[in-house]
């Protein structure tokens, strides 16, 4: 396994614009969590999943942001119509949570930066 | 809400000097309880956990203690090396699970 993916990297875009980042978990993992990160910051809660279904969304989250994990697998976090205070790091990890299971350690991905000019 | 208080950084240590961060929590119920750890370009990973009261986490020659009477997990570590420095996250998870809460990271740099 490759660990958690996240694409792209790094994305420049112009404010007003719509931006989409995919993550793709650790196959085995059933929960997929999204977070964003500033500087100097922790992560910062925005949305997880349990399979397909959204469990909770961070009440912060603008109405702007909509995340999807269509089959279970992998997940997409779309930002409309972006503003500079969207520039951040944006994090997503994985986990298996199951009847059993210990603590909830999650896996991150390397994160996908974005800059909104 | 659950919340993490860390210590305040930057830390800055000459190498084999005793390392503590301070965390502190606030939750509800009998969280598990994490430290994470960002060495420099690379993503956060998991250093060491505990999930109940008076168990203490270790890896890596680090540990924390869960001492539920203080509502802290304080990482320490006994003779840090260069490769040590890194960005260091004190993080919670419910009792549900679901989320996990982080503090805002400690940055150590050890010094030859």
């Known amino acids: 396994d490759t660990g958690v993916s996240q694409n792209p990297r790094h994305k420049i875009t112009k404010r007003g614009q719509n931006v989409t980042f995919r993550c793709d978990p650790i196959?085995?993992?059933?929960?997929l969590y999204w977070y964003r990160q500033t500087l100097g910051q922790g992560p910062e809660f925005l949305t997880y999943?349990?399979?397909?279904?959204?469990?909770?969304k961070s009440r912060l989250l603008s109405d702007r942001f909509s995340a999807e994990r269509p089959k279970g697998s992998f997940s997409t976090l779309e930002i409309q119509r972006t503003e500079q205070g969207d520039s951040a790091m944006y994090l997503c990890?994985?986990?298996?949570?199951?009847?059993?299971?210990?603590?909830?350690?999650?896996?991150f991905g390397a994160g996908s930066r974005l800059t909104v000019l | 809400g659950d919340s993490v208080t860390q210590m305040e950084g930057p830390v800055t240590l000459s190498e084999e000097a005793f390392l503590t961060i301070n965390c502190t929590y606030t939750?509800?119920?009998?969280?598990?309880l994490f430290w994470y750890v960002q060495y420099p370009g690379e993503g956060l990973q998991l250093l060491l956990k505990?999930?109940?009261?008076?168990d203490k986490g270790s890896n890596k020659g680090f540990e924390a203690t869960y001492r539920k009477e203080t509502t802290s997990f304080h990482l320490e570590k006994g003779s840090v090396q260069v490769s040590d420095s890194a960005v260091y996250f004190c993080a919670l998870s419910g009792t549900n699970a679901g989320k996990s809460t982080f503090g805002d990271g400690t940055t150590l740099t050890v010094k030859p």
């Open positions: 939750a509800t119920g009998y969280p598990s």
């Open positions: 999943f349990q399979n397909e279904a959204q469990l909770e």
């Open positions: 505990a999930t109940k009261a008076d």
């Open positions: 990890a994985s986990s298996y949570r199951g009847a059993s299971s210990g603590a909830n350690v999650l896996t």
């Open positions: 196959s085995e993992h059933n929960r």
